[in-house]
């Protein structure tokens, strides 16, 4: 038989043993030390001045001295004026009361208890600094939180995706944002499953601010639109800008703040017509901005529109029949630096209530030297070039139809001026202009995102883009007309003083 149990080792009485009492009172001492076991302290390294009787610490420095010499991991127990050790096995609990902390005996040693918890499992609440209740069966307190991936090194893939479920489109599932208790926002599937945003202010109750369609994906800002004439737009804006009456079907506001104070600077605004079904349904975008009048909030002021067509007016919200209105002057933002038109890209007619201006002031130019023999022999021999003909392409589109012009061609004022020992390209009134050619371009046709399975884009979406057809590389030759026909003035004065000349008086 033997003399101690197996498990807290436990002193046995013997048969036909005398002073059967010790043995019993010895267990029971060791039975009052082990159960419900509570000890005062675990980081001691020696024993304390004034331990009390039954006084239990945990012993887990490595190198005990004094009376806890060769006690290290055991539970020291003060006993009859005398310390002496529990040697724990696996499964031993142990509350340590200057930590509230219960720990537990594992082949490693003591560890936290709660450091061992590997599974939580059919929990009916949870409480995190705080009391989880019936309405609230998970609740935490606190100021941070943190969910990071389980990498693949850790056996896990380095993702970290949180899932929310409802039973059904017509329930709710969503995130609630509160400030003081009171609801202010809400993000989720609100009734159905398009994504919402709500906000709600002090009184009133949320408002729908956002909704993106799960089906086409379109973005519908400040609430759904009452009727989809639009088709099927990405984005569409339907809370209305004020202006200055004007019929809107909806903007977009943009704003400054100062010193509390906020004014709209500008806004972007659909414009809708007034033909209705008739008219097709006309519409449009504006954009206004705010004037510098020297206050802060005041009325937005129009500074362009594009029109059903896809016309542009600047400064105007009058109808245009033209691909461009502008209501003031239209000036480079440099002098005498960019073109109009290139020569491969002319237009057609330019219209004015004037000619043009150009520059002639002495103070910008060389002195003017008057022309030699050879330049008035030139200018002479250039008048008598002057003809009528037709445009090539007027004639292939009009035939016999195309209009005649009065001129003559470059080539010929070349050639009579090389013939009188002069660089015709030296002279303003000669151009000659080339151009790079364009390769053509096949027409693209637009392609919808490509996505797998959880919706992450693989390859995004494409756009269509229209065929161009390029361009061949060219040149073109024009004149300087005013200067041509000043060039050609001197000759013809030439001509009449030799006549006045021949004349006599």
Not at 87 to 94: D, E, V
Request: glycine content about 12%; aromatic content about 6%; proline content about 7%.
């Amino acid at each position: 038989m033997p003399e101690t149990t197996p498990i807290l080792a436990l002193p046995l009485i013997a048969a036909g043993q005398a002073q059967k009492h010790v043995t019993h009172n010895e267990a029971l001492i060791q039975l009052d030390a082990v159960v419900q076991l509570a000890c005062r302290d675990k980081d001691l390294a020696a024993p304390p001045a004034a331990p009390a009787e039954g006084d239990r610490y945990l012993v887990l420095s490595p190198a005990p001295t004094g009376a806890w010499a060769g006690l290290s991991g055991q539970v020291a127990q003060f006993q009859d004026g005398r310390w002496r050790g529990l040697a724990p096995k696996p499964g031993w609990l142990a509350w340590i009361l200057d930590e509230d902390e219960l720990y537990i005996f594992t082949a490693a040693g003591w560890v936290r208890f709660r450091s061992t918890l590997r599974q939580l499992q059919t929990l009916t609440r949870l409480g995190l600094g705080t009391t989880a209740d019936a309405a609230n069966p998970f609740a935490a307190k606190l100021n941070t939180a943190l969910w990071t991936a389980l990498t693949a090194a850790e056996g896990g893939t380095g993702d970290l995706r949180c899932t929310l479920n409802k039973q059904a489109p017509g329930n709710v599932l969503s995130l609630l944002f509160q400030s003081a208790f009171t609801g202010r926002a809400e993000i989720g599937l609100s009734g159905s499953d398009d994504l919402t945003i709500k906000v709600a202010p002090d009184t009133g109750g949320f408002r729908e601010a956002l909704r993106i369609d799960r089906a086409t994906g379109r973005v519908d800002v400040a609430g759904p639109a009452p009727a989809p004439l639009l088709g099927a737009p990405a984005l569409r804006l339907t809370q209305d800008l004020a202006t200055d009456g004007s019929l809107l079907a909806g903007g977009l506001t943009m704003q400054a703040s100062s010193g509390g104070l906020a004014w709209t600077v500008a806004g972007l605004a659909g414009t809708g017509g007034t033909g209705g079904t008739a008219g097709g349904f006309p519409g449009g975008l504006a954009v206004f901005v705010k004037p510098a009048d020297g206050a802060r909030p005041g009325a937005l002021r129009e500074a362009a529109r594009f029109g059903p067509e896809g016309n542009l007016g600047l400064g105007t919200s009058a109808p245009l029949t033209t691909r461009l209105g502008v209501a003031g002057i239209i000036a480079h933002a440099a002098d005498n630096t960019w073109s109009l038109g290139t020569p491969a890209l002319r237009a057609s007619v330019l219209y004015a209530g004037t000619g043009a201006i150009s520059t002639s002031d002495a103070r910008e130019k060389t002195p003017v030297a008057p022309l030699s023999e050879a330049e008035i022999a030139a200018g002479r021999a250039l008048a008598r070039e002057i003809g009528t003909f037709r445009f090539h392409d007027a004639v292939a589109r009009k035939g016999d139809g195309a209009r005649r012009h009065v001129g003559l061609t470059v080539q010929r004022a070349v050639a009579i001026m090389e013939a009188e020992g002069l660089d015709p390209f030296a002279y303003g009134f000669v151009c000659r202009d080339s151009w790079p050619a364009v390769a053509p371009q096949e027409a693209v046709p637009a392609t919808e995102a490509v996505r797998d399975a959880d919706g992450a884009t693989i390859a995004p979406a494409v756009p269509a883009r229209a065929a161009c057809p390029g361009r061949a590389a060219g040149e073109r030759y024009g004149f300087r007309t005013d200067q041509l026909l000043l060039f050609l003035a001197r000759g013809f004065e030439a001509r009449l003083t030799a006549l006045e000349a021949a004349a006599g008086p």
